[in-house]
C-alpha cells in the first residue's frame, strides 16, 4: 500500500498539496544504483559523493550500487536483479542511453521511481516513467573551454606560432554519438570562433579516442610525427585524454612545465586529480569542472524525495530546469589561477 502511494505521488499526482512527508516521510530508504563502469574517473568521484551524502543525511539510506563495466546486456541483467529487491528508488547512469526506456518501463512495472544521471535519455523516455534526468548542460563545458582558450589567445599573442592570426588545433573526442562528446566537440570551436577567433582543424576532424589516455596518446604521437610545430591549441573532450595528449607532447619537449620554451595550450573537461596536478605542475592549460561531488549530494537528496512520495526538488536546493524534466548541476572552469586560489 505504501509503494503504492509512492507510485501515484511519484507520478505527479497532487503531490504538492498532500502534507505526504510530515507523516509518512520513511527513516530507511533503499537505493539501487546502477553505474554504466566503476572505474571512469568521473564517475568514481560520484561514487564517492553517493556514499558520502548518504551516510550525512538524516535518514539511513542503504546503497545497493551495481558495475555494468561499460556493458549495456549486464546492466538490464542488473537491473532486473534489482527490480525484483524491495527497492524505494533507482538511480540509473545507462551504458547505452539508446536502451533507457527499456530500463525506464522496467522501473514503471515494478512501481520504483527513476532517476537517470550522467548520461541523458530522451525526455520522452522521462516522462513515461515520470522520471528525473540530474546531469550538466552538454553544450556548457565546450561553451566553457571556448571562452578559455580565447581568453588565452587574447592574452598571449605567442600562442599563434606561425603569426597568421588563425589558430590551428585538434580536438580529441570520446565515443562518436554520446551526447557531451558530440557537444564538447562542437561548442568549443564555435564559442571560440563566437569570440572572434578563426580555427582551423589541422586533421580536418575529430580525433577519436574514446574518452581514453592510452588512445589519445598513440593519436597524439602519430599527429605530432607529422605535424610537429603546426599545433597551436588541443581541446579534449575530458582529462584522462588530455593527459594522453600531454604524455605525447612531453615526449616531443612539449609543455614539460610552465617554463617550457616549447609549450602549447591543452584544455580538458572533468578536474580529475590528476588533471589537475597537470595544471598545478604547468603542462595543462585548463579544464572545465564537472562536479561529481555536487553530482552525488543532489543525487541523495533527491532520491530520498523520490522514496517519500513527494516532489524532486522539494526542500531542496535545486530547481527543476524548463524542460521540466531535468535538474542541471553547473559546470566551472579552471584554471592555474584558481587551482593556486584553491590551494590557500
Ligand atoms: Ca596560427
Not at 151 to 172: I, R, S
Amino acid at each position: 500500500m505504501k509503494k503504492r502511494l509512492a507510485l501515484l505521488l511519484a507520478c505527479g499526482m497532487a503531490v504538492s498539496m498532500l502534507p505526504v512527508q510530515a507523516e509518512e516521510a520513511k527513516d530507511e530508504i533503499n537505493v539501487g544504483v546502477l553505474i554504466y563502469k566503476f572505474d571512469d574517473t568521473y564517475i568514481s568521484t560520484v561514487r564517492a559523493a553517493l556514499e558520502k551524502y548518504a551516510e550525512e543525511a538524516d535518514v539511513t539510506v542503504n546503497l545497493n550500487m551495481q558495475d555494468a563495466q561499460g556493458d549495456q546486456a549486464k546492466q538490464n541483467d542488473q537491473m532486473d536483479v534489482l527490480m525484483a529487491q524491495d527497492l524505494d528508488v533507482v538511480l540509473i547512469n545507462c551504458v547505452d542511453t539508446g536502451s533507457a526506456q527499456g530500463l525506464a518501463d522496467r522501473a514503471v512495472d515494478a512501481g520504483v521511481p527513476a532517476i537517470f544521471f550522467n548520461r541523458e535519455p530522451d525526455a520522452s523516455v522521462l516522462e513515461s516513467c515520470s522520471g528525473l534526468f540530474v546531469g550538466t548542460t552538454a553544450s556548457e563545458a565546450g561553451v566553457m573551454q571556448g571562452d578559455l582558450l580565447a581568453d588565452m589567445w587574447e592574452a598571449h599573442p605567442e600562442y599563434d606560432l606561425n603569426g597568421d592570426g588563425v589558430c590551428q588545433y585538434l580536438v580529441f573526442k570520446g565515443e562518436p554519438g554520446n551526447p557531451e562528446a558530440e557537444a564538447r566537440t562542437s561548442y568549443c570551436v564555435s564559442q571560440a570562433e563566437e569570440r572572434g577567433m578563426t580555427m582551423e582543424n589541422i586533421q580536418g576532424e575529430p580525433v577519436v579516442a574514446n574518452w581514453a589516455t592510452d588512445q589519445a596518446q598513440s593519436a597524439m604521437e602519430a599527429i605530432l610525427a607529422a605535424h610537429d610545430g603546426e599545433i597551436e591549441a588541443v581541446f579534449c573532450n575530458n582529462d584522462d585524454m588530455a593527459l594522453g595528449v600531454i604524455s605525447a607532447l612531453n615526449a616531443a619537449g612539449y609543455n614539460t612545465d610552465a617554463e617550457a620554451e616549447k609549450w602549447i595550450p591543452v584544455i580538458g573537461v572533468d578536474a580529475t586529480d590528476a588533471g589537475l596536478e597537470a595544471i598545478r605542475s604547468g603542462k595543462m592549460a585548463a579544464t572545465v569542472k564537472q562536479d561529481g561531488d555536487a553530482m552525488g549530494k543532489a543525487l541523495i537528496e533527491i532520491a530520498i524525495n523520490a522514496a517519500n512520495g513527494v516532489d524532486f526538488v522539494e526542500g531542496t536546493e535545486y530547481e527543476i530546469a524548463e524542460d521540466g524534466v531535468s535538474v542541471r548541476i553547473p559546470y566551472s572552469p579552471v584554471t592555474e589561477e584558481s587551482t593556486a586560489a584553491d590551494a590557500e
